[in-house]
T-cell receptor, first 113, second 115 residues
Framework: DGGITQSPKYLFRKEGQNVTLSCEQNLNHDAMYWYRQDPGQGLRLIYYSQIVNDFQKGDIAEGYSVSREKKESFPLTVTSAQKNPTAFYLC????????????FGPGTRLLVL | AQSVTQLGSHVSVSEGALVLLRCNYS??????LFWYVQYPNQGLQLLLK??????LVKGINGFEAEFKKSETSFHLTKPSAHMSDAAEYFCAVSTGSSNTGKLIFGQGTTLQVKP
């Protein structure tokens, strides 16, 4: 079955530590996205990528980094510069030409120890 | 610039009652509009979308939404609520062209269904 997988489901971060969230898709979609979800704030875009080896900052990119070395993979690193990382992180992908129709992974919940 | 406002962060209905979740948008270009549903601790699932064809859009699980340009609204309705409809619902508007696919989401509305 085609879809988007995110791992791990839960992730714990210590002070000063960088952590990486995995996102993989086998839908052959060109574009991929990372969102952060906090209670009562909806989804906010962190980074997005429309093509391999290219990505753009979203609305809240500070303290985060990404890479897009392969079409199917778009990992997100939460760096130590992100002072409030506790949130639910969602990865999504979309097909070229299907404006706005995004397919979401199950999410990763990041907690700070 | 595009934006989305969902009126009411929590809506409570009885099982079998009408569901109405409100969404108003702002867009400088003809909008593409979406409703997504999120069950606890899960990702989002597309319910329905408006892409400038029919103004009344039917989606999954008996939901539908009507695009009203004069009111800049895209409210979500379902004639009869079921317990399984309890979830968080997000309205979203697509920005830019078909190549970007970026979405701007509303704050979300939590639907509670009482037995």
């Amino acid at each position: 079955d085609g879809g988007i997988t995110q791992s791990p489901k839960y992730l714990f971060r210590k002070e000063g530590q960088n952590v990486t969230l995995s996102c993989e898709q086998n839908l052959n979609h060109d574009a991929m996205y990372w969102y952060r979800q906090d209670p009562g704030q909806g989804l906010r875009l962190i980074y997005y990528s429309q093509i391999v080896n290219d990505f753009q900052k979203g609305d809240i990119a500070e303290g985060y980094s990404v890479s897009r070395e392969k079409k199917e993979s778009f990992p997100l690193t939460v760096t130590s510069a992100q002072k409030n990382p506790t949130a639910f992180y969602l990865c999504a992908s979309s097909k070229q030409g299907q404006r706005g129709t995004q397919y979401f992974g199950p999410g990763t919940r990041l907690l700070v120890l | 610039a595009q934006s989305v406002t969902q009126l009411g962060s929590h809506v409570s209905v009885s099982e079998g009652a009408l569901v109405l979740l409100r969404c108003n948008y702002s867009s400088s270009v003809p909008p593409y509009l979406f409703w997504y549903v999120q069950y606890p601790n899960q990702g989002l699932q597309l319910l329905l979308k408006y892409t400038s064809a029919a103004t009344l859009v039917k989606g999954i699980n008996g939901f539908e939404a009507e695009f009203k340009k004069s009111e800049t609204s895209f409210h979500l309705t379902k004639p009869s609520a079921h317990m399984s409809d309890a979830a968080e619902y997000f309205c979203a508007v697509s920005t830019g062209s078909s190549n970007t696919g970026k979405l701007i989401f509303g704050q979300g509305t939590t639907l509670q269904v009482k037995p």
